[in-house]
């Protein structure tokens, strides 16, 4: 990835919008920085697109989308679009599963956890996991004890067993 400040004035004028991360991207050791979101203030009043992309929860999106200088963020590893419109005081929600799709997922979801947290020692639920809409998140180094990263493998495995697409971020699986 490279800094916006590296492109030359003819490229940058070309740029419309900015994507990021959030966690260990924007934040540092868990905390947003003044500095970070500064910068995606500057990045908003220079009418640029600002849509972190993140795992984290729909709770978490709904207040990024009402509080950040974001244009929306995309929330639950793509499960999701939240956007605020201003105008009309509104949250515009997206999802990329139908409603009857989520609940079918999250019943399949609920199966699964029980599964993992029985097999990987250590692992729990995320913290956060009563604010997700449409996905489940294994926490391995948030709030309990490192796991080692095969551990996180592990977890990650076995989704993928079970026919669901995983990922394994600095945090959750």
């Known amino acids: 990835m490279r800094d916006l400040a590296e492109f030359g004035p003819e490229t940058a004028s070309r740029i419309r919008g900015v994507f990021c991360d959030i966690d260990d991207t ?17 990045l908003h009043e ?12 729909a709770g ?8 950040w200088p974001v244009t929306g963020v995309v929330g639950e590893n793509g499960a999701f679009y939240f956007a605020y419109d201003q105008a009309t005081r509104k949250m515009i929600r997206v999802f990329a599963a139908s409603a009857d799709e989520r609940r079918e997922n999250r019943r399949r979801l609920t199966e699964l956890e029980k599964r993992i947290v029985q097999e990987v020692p250590g ?14 998140a294994i926490d391995f180094c948030e709030d309990v004890p490192a796991l ?13 067993e079970a026919g ?7 945090i959750h699986v």
């Open 26 to 42: 924007l934040t540092t050791e868990g905390r947003l920085p003044a500095d970070a979101y500064r910068a995606l203030e500057r």
């Open 46 to 57: 220079a009418g640029l697109v600002v849509a972190p992309i993140t795992g984290r929860p």
């Open 60 to 67: 978490w999106c709904d207040m990024i989308a009402r509080f």
């Open 123 to 136: 692992s729990a639920v995320s913290a956060d996991q009563q604010y997700r809409e449409a996905d489940l």
């Open 148 to 160: 080692p990263l095969s551990d996180a493998r592990r977890i990650k495995q076995i989704f993928e």
């Open 164 to 170: 669901a697409v995983a990922k394994i971020s600095s």
